[in-house]
């Protein structure tokens, strides 16, 4: 089996936005608007949108996204899939040469509940490394829950983040093509006196 599945630098993001209003399109439409899309090539359709460029800034991007879509306090649901690696990649679609800052930076203060799933593609030793990467986030403060098919993961936005961008690239160390799906939950009812501090 060939492990090398690609060798671009490319990251890749494709995510469902689902606020629970009636008026989800001009929170979509928002968030995107007000989030700064300069470090990463952007597709929106009728289904998803997807984010491409260098690690720092799609973690960057998607984090401001789901920042700005929960301002108003209403329900936010952001579903999507992390990729590196994948051997149908292309080198377009993308912006690699720009600055290593983030265009968006920190955001406010916001409690987070998530679900993920981790798939080391092609690497014989795939539950090792799903294993350290839960204990990483254990160590990190920010886990939750093990559950069938996913582990939950929750707290403050930033630290949130910060530990998924930092175990995506940690697994990317060691395994060519790495895919991560992530499901966020912001403002939920069932979130009742959560520190958002």
């Known amino acids: 089996m060939n492990n090398q599945c690609g060798t671009s630098p490319i990251v890749g993001f ?7 209003t009636s008026d989800f399109v001009s929170v979509i439409k928002g968030a995107l ?30 984090k401001a996204v789901l920042s700005h879509a929960t301002k108003s306090g209403v329900h936010v649901s952001m579903s999507g899939t992390f990729s590196v690696g994948c051997p149908g990649d292309t080198t377009g679609d993308n912006l690699l040469d720009v600055t290593n800052e983030p265009a968006n930076g920190s955001v406010e203060n916001q409690y987070v509940s998530s679900q993920f799933a981790l798939y080391p593609l092609g690497d014989e030793t795939y539950m090792d490394i799903i294993y350290e990467e839960i204990d990483f986030a254990k160590a990190r403060g920010v886990f939750n829950d093990s559950m069938h098919y996913a582990s939950g993961i929750h707290g403050d936005i930033e ?37 958002n501090a």
């Open 14 to 20: 494709r995510f469902t936005l689902s606020p629970m």
């Open 33 to 62: 608007k007000e989030t700064d899309l300069q470090n990463v090539w952007r597709h929106t359709d009728d289904v998803s949108t997807i984010i491409r460029g260098r690690s720092e800034h799609v973690f960057d991007v998607a």
């Open 159 to 195: 630290p949130v983040f910060s530990f998924y961008e930092a175990t995506f690239d940690r697994v990317r160390a060691k395994t060519s093509h790495v895919v991560m799906t992530v499901t966020f939950s912001v403002n939920s009812p069932s979130h009742e006196g959560q520190n």
